[in-house]
């Protein structure tokens, strides 16, 4: 296993160099390495015959929910729920219909989607949309997307504690 790290400069120039966790202890002391996840090769929930395909990844206090949309996806009539969201078209291009405001994000953009206001999207390009949500707090009524993570790894300790 590698280690992860860094070198930036201090104001007077000096280089100092920082590791991912306690630089005093081997990689091999600070647990489990960080789970990577390819995003293609995640386990979706295929929906409207295969024009969305969308799983999810979480974390103790964050969940974000993976979503590939087909150039060929019907229109989908707005919903709500009560979660902050923030989506990013990270690739193609999508139009989304917030609170009745229609706008076009171009990969790479991002809007923000209050709770409770009604909202949809769709892909309008000729590629598939990547488009990952991300929700505060997150949704318990699409939690099941995030499933095969299994058991969370805890949190370290805080070291100010």
């Not at 002391?29 to 969308?54: C, I, N, S, T």
């Not at 969940?63 to 729920?81: A, S």
């Not at 209050?114 to 505060?136: C, E, Q, R």
């Amino acid at each position: 296993m590698t280690e992860q790290t860094s070198t930036d400069r201090t104001a007077d120039g000096e280089r100092t160099r920082w590791a991912a966790g306690n630089a005093d202890e081997r990689p091999e002391e600070r647990g489990e390495p960080p789970q990577v996840f390819d995003l293609k090769d995640l386990p979706f929930e295929v929906l409207l015959d295969g024009a969305l395909k969308r799983s999810a990844l979480r974390s103790e206090n964050a969940f974000v929910n993976i979503i590939w949309i087909t150039p060929d996806i019907p229109y989908i009539p707005p919903h709500t729920h009560p979660e902050d969201q923030i989506s990013f078209v990270l690739q193609g291009t999508a139009e989304f219909e917030i609170d009745g405001h229609r706008v076009v994000l171009e990969a790479p953009a991002a809007v923000h989607i209050p709770g409770h206001v009604p909202h949809t999207g769709w892909n309008i390009g000729d590629v598939d949309v990547l488009n990952v949500d991300v929700y505060a707090p997150a949704r318990p009524d699409i939690a099941h997307l995030a499933d095969h993570q299994g058991e969370l790894r805890p949190p370290a300790p805080d070291p100010n504690a």
